[in-house]
Every structure is written in C-alpha cells, then in structure tokens.
Nanobody, 119 residues
C-alpha cells in the first residue's frame, strides 16, 4: 500500500498558477496519476508520471497548461497548473499504481486537495 498526501491547493484568480504536490511513501517503482473532480461531475484523469520517468497525458482539456514532474529524491510528484480558469475548480487527487500509466490500475489514493479558481 502506498501512502499519498496532496498539498498546494487553494484559492487562485483566473489566469493564475498553482503547483500541487503529491508526497508518496514509497514512490519507487510506482506510477503516479493526477485526477480531479469538479462538483457534480465525474472524476477526470489528467495525466501520469511513470516510475521509468515517462509522462502520459490522459486528457486534452489541460494540454499545454498542466505539467507533471517528478522528484524521486523527495518522493514527490508535482502538478504545475497554469492559465487556470473557473472550469479547473475542483478537488485534485493523486493515485499510485505499481503498474504502468497506460494500464490506469490505481490502487492507492490520496485524500485530495481543493483548488478554487475565482475572482
């Protein structure tokens, strides 16, 4: 079982940026995915960082605005979010799998961090 803790959420104005962090214990040999869920909507898969250092986008809705990075020494995977708009409001989660990003078989989930985009 992988323990996951997200942080970095908060209130941001439209056009602003946030960087979310996912602390994973352990992180080695794990692929980490980022997801979000807006009020009244289904959970949306955003992207994934594989244990081999590859990145996979799961949706085009954030392409060019969201970037995933990984720091194995700190056991952290980051989600850099730029040019935020009100449709990006929601709870953001990270999840872990010992499989590949392509398989999307995530077994462990964090508690989520809230992102609110509002003026």
């Amino acid at each position: 079982q992988t323990q996951l803790v997200e942080s970095g959420g908060g209130l941001v104005q439209p056009g602003g940026s946030l960087r979310l962090s996912c602390l994973a214990s352990p992180l080695n040999y794990r692929s980490i995915g980022w997801f979000r869920q807006a009020p009244g909507k289904e959970r949306e898969a955003l992207g994934c960082s594989s244990s081999s250092g590859l990145y996979m986008n799961y949706t085009d809705s954030v392409k060019g605005r969201f970037t995933i990075s990984r720091d194995n020494a700190k056991n952290r995977v980051y989600l850099q979010m730029d040019s935020l708009n009100d449709e990006d409001t929601g709870t953001y989660y990270c999840a872990a799998t010992r499989g590949s990003c392509m398989a999307r078989d995530f077994q462990s989930w964090g508690q989520g961090t809230q992102v609110t985009v509002s003026s």
